[in-house]
């Protein structure tokens, strides 16, 4: 048998049950059933979200607030904590079209002044939870969940909430840290 014609006999059996129907649902099936939805500033939880989404598989849908969040970090974070103490729930840019057909919610997010960052609230608020169950993904910058998993079950008293998969990732605040201690070295000389 030629090189050419075993490749042949190898992928055909392959390329048909891609093709047929019931592979063709299995994976419609599949992305209709799950739902990567996630937060980020920095970019840390998107490759987090990015990864889940691609070796479940599952769609993604990236959280937006209507109007974006400062690009510096210390006026988000500013802004964060007025919208955190106020209770303030930022108007979402968009929302998760047919929602009601996801039963597993991936949700994404850093933790913002030791809660889940206001924007979550809104896209819980907005996304009737209701017998879905949520697998929460959090980064934080070293200061742990904070209360971040009374906000997901107060926002989604209905939903199921899993136990979260937690990762620091404080790089941004670990740079600035870094960079203010070597301009106060420069200055020091």
Not at 30 to 40: D, G, N, P, R
Not at 106 to 135: C, M, N, Q
Request: charged share 25%.
């Amino acid at each position: 048998m030629t090189d050419l014609s075993r490749r042949v006999m190898l992928t055909v059996p392959i390329l048909l049950s891609a093709c047929s129907p019931v592979a063709s649902e299995a994976r419609d099936m599949a992305k209709s059933k799950i739902l990567v939805a996630y937060f980020t500033r920095s970019g840390n939880t998107k490759v987090i979200a990015g990864t889940v989404q691609r070796d479940l598989p599952a769609d993604l849908f990236e959280i937006q607030p209507k109007t974006p969040y400062p690009d510096d970090y210390e006026a988000t974070v500013e802004q964060a904590r007025i919208e955190r103490d106020r209770g303030i729930e930022p108007p979402l840019l968009g929302t998760v079209p047919d929602f009601d057909r996801y039963g597993d919610i991936y949700l994404a997010f850093p933790i913002w002044g030791e809660t889940a960052p206001p924007v979550i609230r809104s896209f819980l608020k907005t996304h009737d939870t209701s017998s879905k169950v949520i697998r929460p993904l959090i980064t934080h910058g070293g200061y742990g969940l904070g209360n971040s998993l009374s906000v997901l079950k107060a926002h989604a008293p209905t939903a199921q909430i899993e136990p979260p998969f937690i990762m620091e990732a404080d790089q941004e605040r670990r740079t600035l840290t870094q960079v203010r201690a070597w301009l106060s070295q420069l200055a020091e000389n």
